[in-house]
């Protein structure tokens, strides 16, 4: 029997953007010199898609449940809980998860650096933070990415209807939790994480790392802002929902931690960092490595694109397209169909999301091409796939790679 056509699903984040005037009214992505990108489209079909729908701005969270096939209006419980998967916390039914930012505070309790000096690897900090005692809950902590990193409470009676301790700006007093409702679960699980917050300044504090940061001039990561509460949701598993055997290579843990949700397989490869430093080449080839290994779907992630999004570095972010096309150079493998798209825009005049729609692209065996010979937001416009969204995504490439089921006799 011939092998059915894989998927190789690349999501660049915060893809789309807007033209910049001083890139002579082009976005980042057209300004981009992309002689493999263009090679694909112009193999391939291209379109637009509404991550969730039009006029909906998509946060990171919902718009990769939609691309990867779930309604995120069904499924989605709050941002925590993906965090945490991500890190690597095996999560339990009626635990609250919340995602975490290490950072500077001074002695007045207000914060002076939401990332701590934006340090690199917080995960020293796991062992005192995991080890606070607290009245009602245990703790469970890991850090993530640089200043990131998940805390998940687990015991009787809590509720994820609690308000942030993050102030979201620099400058101002960390927070106190508010319950968000007026359910007793509410108040108990807002004491509780005043409790846990006291605590971890306190054993931060005190920690040799802070003491050796301060030393060497930088910022202590004295402080944990908590946001994004969110009880355990039920995602059904992938491979059961649409028989595709899928596997993750993603630098930031929080997008591993959506498709671990989801039961897809976790891959690390070295020098997938989830930053600008991210060896794009080394995640493709990781990808491709384990299409050969039987897997029938991988997701590579790159982060970059968002982050430069959010920084408004129009050049810079054309060059991280570049850097993208650069290891796309043998792409599809053979037998392979590939995806890719952002998961919404972040124009950088904006430096946030937006609800424009992003180009995504099919190359490889089954497609029926059309007249599109570059890939950028507006040659995206006239493509054959039209404009979908994204719960269309998985669908459509169902589809082609001769994978849907037949509806009706
Ligand atoms: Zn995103
Ligand atoms: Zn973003």
Same mark, same amino acid.
């Given at each position: 029997?011939?092998?059915?056509?894989?998927?190789?699903?690349?999501i660049?984040?915060?893809?789309?953007?807007r033209?910049?005037?001083?890139?002579?009214?082009?976005?980042?992505?057209?300004?981009?010199?992309?002689?493999?990108l263009?090679?694909?489209a112009?193999?391939?079909?291209?379109?637009?898609?509404?991550?969730?729908r039009?006029?909906?701005?998509?946060?990171?969270?919902?718009? !990769?449940?939609?691309?990867?096939?779930?309604?995120?209006?069904?499924?989605?419980?709050g941002?925590?809980?993906?965090?945490?998967?991500?890190?690597?916390?095996?999560? *339990?039914?009626?635990?609250?998860?919340?995602?975490?930012?290490?950072?500077?505070?001074?002695?007045a309790?207000?914060?002076?650096?939401?990332r701590?000096?934006?340090?690199?690897?917080?995960?020293?900090?796991d062992?005192?933070? $995991?080890?606070?005692?607290l009245?009602?809950?245990?703790?469970?902590?890991k850090?993530?990415?640089? !200043?990131r990193?998940?805390?998940?409470?687990?015991?009787e009676?809590?509720?994820?209807?609690?308000?942030?301790?993050?102030? *979201? *700006?620099?400058?101002?007093?960390?927070?106190?939790?508010?319950?968000?409702?007026?359910?007793?679960?509410?108040?108990?699980?807002?004491?509780?994480l005043? =409790?846990? $917050?006291?605590?971890?300044r306190? #054993?931060?504090?005190?920690?040799?790392?802070?003491? =050796?940061?301060r030393?060497?001039?930088?910022?202590?990561?004295?402080a944990?802002?908590?946001?994004? #509460?969110?009880?355990?949701? !039920?995602?059904?598993d992938?491979?059961?929902?649409?028989?595709?055997?899928?596997?993750?290579?993603s630098?930031?843990?929080?997008?591993?931690?959506?498709?671990?949700?989801?039961?897809?397989?976790i891959?690390?490869?070295?020098?997938?960092?989830?930053?600008?430093d991210?060896?794009?080449g080394?995640?493709?080839t990781?990808?491709?490595?384990?299409l050969?290994k039987?897997?029938?779907m991988?997701?590579?992630?790159?982060?970059?694109?968002?982050?430069?999004?959010?920084?408004?570095k129009?050049?810079? *972010?054309?060059? /991280?397209?570049?850097r993208?096309?650069?290891?796309?150079?043998?792409?599809?493998?053979?037998?392979?169909?590939?995806?890719?798209?952002?998961d919404h825009?972040t124009p950088?005049?904006?430096?946030? !999301?937006?609800?424009?729609?992003?180009?995504?692209? /099919?190359?490889?065996?089954?497609?029926?091409?059309d007249a599109?010979?570059?890939?950028?937001?507006?040659?995206?416009?006239?493509?054959?796939?039209?404009?979908i969204?994204?719960?269309?995504?998985?669908?459509?490439?169902l589809?082609?790679?001769?994978?849907?089921k037949?509806y009706?006799?």
């Open positions: 029997m011939k092998e059915k056509t894989k998927v190789l699903l690349i660049c984040d915060g893809l789309g953007g033209p910049v005037e001083s890139m002579g009214g082009l976005t980042p992505l057209e300004v981009a010199r992309t002689p493999n263009d090679r694909l112009a193999n391939g079909i291209s379109g637009l898609m509404d991550t969730i039009p006029g909906v701005v998509p946060g990171s969270d919902v718009a !990769h449940l939609a691309i990867l096939g779930y309604d995120p209006y069904e499924v989605y419980t941002r925590g809980p993906f965090e945490a998967a991500g890190v690597g916390i095996e999560l *339990k039914a009626g635990d609250i998860a919340f995602r975490c930012n290490f950072a500077s505070v001074d002695d309790g207000i914060v002076t650096d939401r701590a000096g934006r340090i690199k690897d917080a995960s020293p900090f062992d005192v933070i $995991s080890a606070i005692e009245d009602d809950a245990k703790v469970l902590f850090a993530g990415t640089e !200043h990193g998940a805390l998940v409470l687990r015991g009676g809590l509720s994820a209807a609690v308000g942030p301790l993050d102030p *979201k *700006k620099e400058g101002k007093p960390l927070k106190e939790c508010k319950p968000l409702d007026d359910t007793p679960e509410a108040a108990r699980t807002a004491r509780i005043n =409790q846990f $917050s006291a605590k971890a306190e #054993a931060l504090e005190a920690h040799p790392l802070n003491e =050796q940061r030393a060497d001039g930088k910022l202590p990561a004295n944990i802002l908590i946001r994004g #509460a969110g009880v355990v949701p !039920h995602i059904p992938f491979e059961e929902r649409f028989e595709l055997k899928a596997a993750c290579i630098g930031a843990a929080f997008y591993a931690g959506i498709a671990r949700s989801m039961g897809m397989d891959v690390t490869v070295d020098g997938a960092t989830g930053g600008l991210t060896d794009v080394v995640k493709i990781g990808a491709c490595e384990l050969d039987g897997y029938d991988v997701f590579v992630h790159v982060k970059a694109t968002d982050n430069l999004g959010h920084d408004g129009a050049i810079e *972010k054309a060059a /991280m397209i570049e993208i096309d650069d290891a796309l150079e043998a792409m599809p493998p053979e037998g392979t169909l590939l995806v890719l798209t952002g825009s950088c005049e904006m430096k946030n !999301h937006s609800a424009d729609p992003v180009p995504i692209l /099919m190359s490889g065996p089954g497609v029926r091409t599109v010979d570059t890939f950028g937001e507006r040659p995206a416009m006239t493509g054959g796939l039209g404009r969204r994204g719960i269309e995504v998985v669908p459509t490439f589809g082609i790679t001769g994978r849907a037949k009706g006799a």
